[in-house]
């Protein structure tokens, strides 16, 4: 079952929006990165403080390119619809940023990681969590 449902995600359905979505959140990482490493090498706050602020920065940024590119065919239009989504999305990844920073935590404190580094580990593992969510709720299709 896990074998069918993996394989759906590369050759599948889903696939070319799963590939959009990776798509979206690469450069969200990459925008999330620079942010970090601003916030914390220019700025002089605590990477921990730092990277909360970077990843709510990028969750309204993926999710305007997401609503209007990777959900297309199911985009939230309507002001209300939009302003409905935006709030769902912030709960998706909202629950996903405790995990995140604790393995972004774990990672620099007891693996002794560089954080830039430990924090791109973070959002890998988090990604597919956030793309199950996104699409079953923020985007109400199962």
Do not use: C, H
């Amino acid at each position: 079952m896990i074998r069918t449902y993996l394989r759906n995600l590369v050759r599948g359905p889903v696939a070319p929006q799963l590939r959009k979505f990776v798509v979206v959140g690469t450069v969200a990482a990459a925008i999330q990165m620079a942010l970090l490493w601003a916030f914390v090498e220019v700025g002089g706050l605590n990477y921990i403080v730092a990277a909360a602020v970077a990843i709510e920065i990028t969750i309204v940024l993926q999710y305007v390119i997401n609503n209007r590119w990777t959900f297309a065919s199911m985009r939230n239009v309507s002001r209300r619809a939009f302003l409905s989504g935006l709030a769902k999305t912030n709960v998706v990844r909202g629950s996903a940023i405790p995990i995140q920073l604790g393995i972004l935590y774990a990672l620099v404190s007891w693996g002794s990681i560089p954080y830039l580094l430990a924090n791109a580990v973070a959002i890998l593992l988090t990604g597919l969590y956030r793309y199950a969510f996104d699409r079953m709720w923020t985007w109400g299709r199962t």
